[in-house]
């Protein structure tokens, strides 16, 4: 079977809430986004809340800098129904303060990609390397994915790469949006990612 892959990007939508305080509330927060798994670095009573200069529309997955997955019960139970909540997938729970700093009712969790899949086509890729280190990409900004090297069961991934940037494959957006959930901003793979 051929599918289209995506990255994922911000949503850009003024109206909706965003997380911005995760590298305040977790120290070693940046080991999220090399696809270990990190529950004892995000415990369960982390407590991530709203920014205050963006809307107040709650979506099924939260916008932020951080590149991270701030996801709803809702895209965490599709995650489950499809198998990847486990080896491919971690999901770790945190407690989502309101702009007065009160709980909000809706259970949240990152989610963490664990699977890492190096299938960069360098040669239809648009890429910059590391000025300390050659062999090491900065960032990608036009992604092409060698669709032979993507294990039939990955469905979310890393780019093996650029660990930090994550992989949506098609028929788990088409998932996502059956279910109609809300926040989610995709970008097709052979087309530029934004900034």
Do not use: W
Request: net charge negative; aromatic share 8%.
């Amino acid at each position: 079977m051929t599918y289209s892959f995506y990255t994922l990007g911000p949503s850009l939508d003024p109206r909706a809430v965003q997380v911005v305080d995760l590298p305040d509330r977790v120290e070693d927060y940046f080991y999220l986004s090399d696809g270990v798994p990190c529950a004892s670095y995000v415990p369960p009573t982390t407590e991530l809340g709203f920014y205050e200069g963006a809307g107040d529309m709650l979506t099924d997955f939260i916008d932020n800098p951080d590149r991270m997955l701030y996801a709803s019960q809702r895209v965490q139970d599709v995650l489950k129904s499809r198998g990847l909540v486990g080896a491919a997938v971690e999901l770790l729970p945190f407690v989502l303060l309101d702009k007065r700093g009160r709980r909000v009712r809706e259970s949240y969790a990152i989610v963490n990609p664990l699977v890492r899949v190096s299938c960069l086509d360098f040669e239809r890729s648009k890429y910059r390397r590391t000025a300390s280190d050659p062999n090491e990409l900065a960032e990608v900004k036009l992604l092409h994915v060698r669709e032979d090297a993507v294990p039939e069961d990955a469905q979310l991934f890393r780019l093996g790469e650029l660990p930090r940037l994550m992989v949506l494959r098609s028929d788990l957006l088409e998932a996502f949006q059956q279910a109609g959930l809300s926040g989610l901003a995709v970008h097709l793979a052979g087309k530029t990612i934004p900034g």
